[in-house]
Antibody
């Protein structure tokens, strides 16, 4: 079964750090670009970051540049998002998803993990 | 950054109705546009990519089209399972950007 499973969400204080993970199975993870997309409570979708198959290219939304780092371990079929200097506005459900370079679309999504930044 | 303006923000419709949702890009994006469906508490589901290509497994009542920088998602005959929120997303350049969403509600 093709699957992405996120973990690592939780409650963190402003200024704190959190590391999200995404475990891939059922497809050739190393062949795919991968993305993180978030959704604040009651709000729309916001793209966060994307990484190339070999990790050599990474792209971020301006609001997280310098604070978040996307990375991957193809040997472990795993995607990560290291989040530092967290702010209240980072509170959201975080989804990992494939990114099709030739389609520009994400056809496989995880179920999401909730991150709450609050004191 | 490319802005995606989606309209309407909500629409009330009945089963069997034809529903049209529009997304306008702030600059040319060729056909680098995708449409997603999202139900409450669930992850988004890809419906359409490259403006008009139907994702595998998606019913043929969904279709997409492009006219310049205007993109349209059409549901030809609304079914009960289609009540959801729909988003467009451009992939012409990073940062990728989504439209604000259209909630399709039961009339």
């Amino acid at each position: 079964e093709v699957q992405l499973v996120e973990s690592g969400g939780g409650l963190v204080q402003p200024g704190g750090s959190l590391r999200l993970s995404c475990a891939a199975s059922g497809f050739t993870f190393s062949s795919y670009w991968m993305s993180w997309v978030r959704q604040a409570p009651g709000k729309g979708l916001e793209w966060v970051a994307t990484i190339k198959q070999d990790g050599s290219e990474k792209y971020y939304v301006d609001s997280v540049k310098g604070r978040f780092t996307i990375s991957r371990d193809n040997a472990k079929n795993s995607l990560s998002l290291q989040m530092n200097s967290l702010r209240a506005e980072d509170t959201a459900v975080y989804y990992c998803a494939t990114y099709g370079l030739h389609t520009g679309a994400s056809d496989i999504w995880g179920q999401g993990t909730m991150v709450t930044v609050s004191s | 950054d490319i802005q995606m303006t989606q309209s309407p923000s909500s629409v009330s419709a009945s089963v069997g109705d034809r529903v049209t949702i529009t997304c306008r890009a702030s600059q040319g994006i060729s056909s680098w546009l995708a449409w997603y469906q999202q139900k409450p508490g669930k992850a988004p589901r890809l419906l359409i990519y490259a403006a008009s290509s139907l994702q595998s497994g998606v019913p043929s009542r969904f279709s997409g089209s492009r006219s310049g920088t205007d993109f349209t998602l059409t549901i030809s005959s609304l079914q009960p399972e289609d009540f959801a929120t729909y988003y467009c997303q451009q992939a012409n350049s990073f940062p990728l950007t989504f439209g604000g969403g259209t909630k399709v509600e039961i009339k």
